[in-house]
């Protein structure tokens, strides 16, 4: 899966922003097989939004390719999409020009507005007849499970695009440690287990690692866990404490603790929730 693409390969800042895109659009294929929904994301930088791939550049249901098949459709949608026209925060279920439903938000980052997020669509009335009924409680339910892993992917973007930290490209033991990460990625990965196979002190990996990475050592490996934790909870049978254990966490309370403190859900109800969907 493309989400749990090794991390070591996203600080080559020639990829920063192809990464993102292949992220996303492979997030955006787990929403469509999950809920029938579609994830369209448009980029507050002109830029970028053209390097995305236009499965989530575009809408993708049937009933706005058929719409924007008009030049009159097209520049209407286009319009209504514009994300400087969105400036709320919280997801608003908006109707398209052409009588679809669909939620949208902004999304911001430290730095100011991101982008907009749409999910959709969805139908008020019994046509067009090849989009789901809307229900506010089910596509609140969708919202609320994209909407950390989006906030995931622009931080994993803005790490990419930080020049500030040249180091993350040029320093070959950073490199091994991110290829350590990939591969090895386990609670019971130790700062100090790491640093003694490169030649380091503790003390000194820290602080290359967070200067080079912008982030430390073992809140990267907690969130590369979260990320693999999420995955499997959809995709696999395997019993949540199981799945605790085969992460490496000892106790199965405190994953879900820090599970519950990534997603907003326990994993027992963010599985749930999301096979609700499907």
Known sequence: MLLDQPVGSCYNHNMKHGVFGLRLAELARDVHRASACWLTWKDADPLLAEQLPALVRVHQHPCCRVAKADPDGLAACMDADAPDNHAGREPAALRCPHGL???????????GLAGLLCLGAWRDGPTPARCPPY?????????????????????????????????????????????????????????????????????????????????????????????????????????????????????PDHFAALFRRHTGLSPARYRRQIHLEA
């Open 101 to 111: 439903i669909e939620l949208r938000a902004a999304i911001h980052d430290p730095v």
């Open 135 to 251: 229900e506010a409680r089910r596509a609140m339910a969708v919202w609320r499970l994209i909407h950390p892993r989006i906030i995931d992917l622009l931080a994993d973007r803005r790490l990419m695009a930080d020049r500030r930290h040249p180091a993350a490209i040029t320093d070959p033991l950073i490199a091994q440690a991110l290829a350590i990460i990939d591969t090895e990625a386990s609670a019971r990965l130790r700062l100090g287990a790491v640093a003694a196979r490169l030649g380091l002190s503790p003390s000194r990996f820290s602080h290359r690692f967070t200067a080079a990475c912008g982030i430390s050592f073992g809140r990267l490996v907690q969130q590369r866990l979260m990320q693999q934790a999420a995955r499997r909870l959809v995709h696999s049978r395997l019993r949540i404490i199981d799945l605790a254990l085969d992460l490496g966490y000892d106790s």
